[in-house]
């Protein structure tokens, strides 16, 4: 497997404690809301859907599943939602800043299209993801 590059060491853990400081800030904010508590437990792992991507192979993969986890877009959703004033919007993006947070502290990063396991905080010798046989 092609080796891409990862974060190690101490600029790796500080990565991490940025995860979990995002995470906590954001269920913070959210805990301030008038937002129910159900929304955020239905809407955590909605960034999780980008894997279908990977139907399509490691590089379409990669692609979508780091458009659903990095902080750009919680933050446009937010700048949004402000901007509107729109609640449910403010509400998501904290919610998905969580989850973003959350993998991060995991140890979950952006990836590259040489496979699933091949991110910027990790790697593996595990074999990519193989696109499904086109019909």
């Not at 859907?49 to 599943?65: D, F």
């Not at 446009?76 to 609640?87: K, N, R, V």
Request: charged share 10%.
């Amino acid at each position: 497997m092609h080796s891409s590059p990862a974060v190690t060491g101490t600029p790796a853990r500080l990565l991490r404690l940025e995860g979990a400081a995002v995470a906590a800030l954001s269920v913070a904010i959210y805990a301030t809301s008038d937002a129910p508590w159900w929304l955020f437990a239905a809407c955590l792992l909605l960034p999780d859907v980008a894997m279908i991507g990977y139907l399509g192979g490691p590089g379409p993969g990669a692609r979508l599943y780091n458009a659903a986890h990095t902080y750009l877009g919680p933050v446009l959703l937010a700048a949004i939602g402000l901007w509107s004033q729109i609640d449910l919007a403010l509400a998501l993006a904290y919610i998905w800043g969580t989850h973003i947070g959350i993998d991060r502290t995991a140890g979950y990063g952006l990836k590259y299209p040489q496979g699933f396991r091949a991110t910027h905080l990790a790697q593996s010798d595990a074999p990519p993801v193989k696109a499904l046989p086109r019909a």
